[in-house]
């Protein structure tokens, strides 16, 4: 591929691009946008070059719709228009979709700027492109909820988060669903500058990037939407403020996890609609795993169970009366997960550092672990299905 396409330019700026990038260039006469396909066949021959160069040979009514076009089709490529002219100019051919104008004169250095300019503008949608095409791939929102209160959603969701986050850089946020007394900044001890209420109004709801600064930023490298600071403001958040928010970040993040409040609240309705995951939680006792049932019942017949689920045991304690076999017969489906009941989880609650952020060895650590793996596109961990099927039943 060449790096710029020069059409009807001198030959004072012809050498001036030439030197700027090596001589990896074609030049063209105006005469040959008159061929079959015009300036787009050219730039497609010449092999996308980020740089155009429309000359004073080509004639600015013509020049103007080409560069129009050439900015909609080739968004990551730069054309420049060779014309004296003053601001008048200027804004007319911006307008016209061309980013840079130069005079006829222009000297080596404000050619090679340009050059520097196109290049930086090429790599960032080549970047952009990469970036959807990833989220496209794998993008994930993973909603963990449970009938029961006090399942461990919250420890679940927290370590799932911080898992990603530290798999993937950048990848991952966590959105704290429990609009009344969810305590996701607690778990990860942070204290939010911003909660939810905040991101629902105001330009932080439509504009991507300003959504981000709401967000807080743990050491895991995990951003936080922490749930609110009191349960009537909670409350006002609506669920379609909600589906929007979601939305939003499910486009700016490979993963977005979703704590949640007991039960299917308006909000988590709201979020299952976007969900690709459902993580599901209960206790091994009869009252959780019947309600986790007619959840999955209830969520079939709403149509809003995601395609992908995993359902998880926690807290277990051997001595329950109710065996794992139970609570799949039950189910009418494997558990994925199977945590066991373990003295690290409540420290880890109590002091805020998620069991995967440190090097804890203790089985529900390695049982959120293999989690993680299950959601990663390259599994660290797939033997025997999904998340491993790793039990987890020892202390
Ligand atoms: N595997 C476990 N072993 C021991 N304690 C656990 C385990 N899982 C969770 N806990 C403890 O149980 C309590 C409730 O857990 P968690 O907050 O994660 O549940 P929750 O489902 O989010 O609750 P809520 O419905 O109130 O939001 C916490 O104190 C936590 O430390
Ligand atoms: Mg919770």
């Known amino acids: 591929?060449?790096?710029?396409?020069?059409?009807?330019?001198?030959?004072?700026?012809?050498?001036?691009?030439?030197?700027?990038?090596?001589?990896?260039?074609?030049?063209?006469?105006?005469?040959?946008?008159?061929?079959?396909?015009?300036?787009?066949a050219r730039i497609a021959e010449a092999g996308s070059p980020f740089v155009v160069v429309l000359g004073p040979d080509v004639p600015q009514d013509r020049a103007f719709p080409l560069a129009g076009r050439v900015d909609v089709a080739l968004p990551g490529t730069s054309v420049v228009l060779v014309a004296?002219?003053?601001?008048?100019?200027?804004?007319?051919?911006?307008?016209?979709?061309?980013?840079?104008?130069?005079?006829?004169?222009?000297?080596?250095?404000?050619?090679?700027?340009v050059v520097?300019?196109?290049?930086?503008?090429a790599a960032a949608h080549e970047e952009a492109g990469q970036h959807a095409a990833t989220q496209a791939d794998d993008h994930r929102v993973i909603v963990v909820a449970s009938p029961q209160g006090?399942?461990?959603?919250?420890?679940?969701?927290?370590?799932?988060?911080?898992?990603l986050a530290r798999?993937?850089?950048?990848?991952?946020?966590?959105?704290?669903?429990?609009?009344?007394f969810g305590d996701v900044a607690g778990a990860l001890a942070m204290t939010p500058e911003y909660t939810l209420p905040d991101t629902v109004q105001g330009a932080a709801s439509y504009d991507p990037l300003v959504l981000k600064t709401f967000l807080g930023r743990h050491p895991s490298g995990l951003h936080v939407l922490a749930g609110s600071d009191s349960p009537a403001a909670g409350d006002a958040v609506t669920a379609d403020q909600v589906g929007r928010l979601?939305?939003?970040?499910?486009?700016?993040?490979?993963?977005?996890?979703?704590?949640?409040?007991?039960?299917?609240?308006?909000?988590?309705?709201?979020?299952?609609?976007?969900?690709t995951d459902l993580v599901l939680v209960s206790r091994l006792d009869?009252?959780?795993?019947?309600?986790?049932?007619?959840?999955?019942?209830?969520?079939?017949?709403?149509?809003?169970?995601?395609?992908a689920r995993h359902l998880v045991l926690n807290a277990v304690e051997s001595a329950g009366g109710l065996s794992t076999t139970d609570v799949e017969d039950t189910l009418g489906a494997?558990?994925?997960?199977?945590?066991?009941?373990?003295?690290?989880?409540?420290?880890?609650?109590?002091?805020?550092?998620?069991?995967?952020?440190?090097?804890?060895?203790?089985?529900?650590?390695?049982?959120?672990?293999?989690?993680?793996?299950?959601?990663?596109?390259?599994p660290i961990d797939r033997r025997g299905g999904l998340f491993g099927r790793r039990r987890v039943a020892s202390r």
């Open 1 to 40: 591929m060449s790096q710029v396409l020069t059409v009807g330019v001198g030959s004072h700026l012809t050498g001036a691009f030439t030197e700027a990038v090596g001589g990896d260039l074609v030049t063209l006469d105006a005469a040959q946008l008159d061929a079959a396909g015009g300036l787009l």
């Open 84 to 113: 004296e002219g003053g601001p008048e100019l200027w804004v007319a051919a911006m307008r016209a979709g061309i980013r840079d104008v130069l005079g006829p004169d222009a000297d080596p250095g404000d050619v090679a700027a």
């Open 116 to 121: 520097r300019r196109a290049a930086t503008l």
């Open 150 to 163: 006090g399942a461990g959603k919250t420890t679940v969701a927290t370590n799932l988060a911080v898992g």
């Open 167 to 180: 798999a993937a850089v950048g990848s991952t946020v966590l959105v704290d669903l429990d609009v009344q």
């Open 246 to 275: 979601l939305d939003t970040l499910g486009r700016e993040f490979r993963y977005v996890v979703v704590d949640t409040a007991p039960g299917l609240t308006a909000h988590t309705l709201t979020a299952l609609e976007q969900a």
């Open 286 to 307: 009869v009252p959780g795993v019947r309600g986790m049932r007619k959840e999955l019942d209830v969520l079939t017949e709403l149509h809003l169970l995601p395609a």
């Open 334 to 378: 494997p558990l994925d997960v199977v945590l066991p009941r373990h003295s690290a989880v409540p420290v880890s609650t109590n002091t805020g550092v998620p069991l995967l952020h440190g090097d804890n060895r203790d089985p529900v650590t390695r049982g959120l672990q293999a989690m993680v793996a299950g959601f990663l596109p390259t």
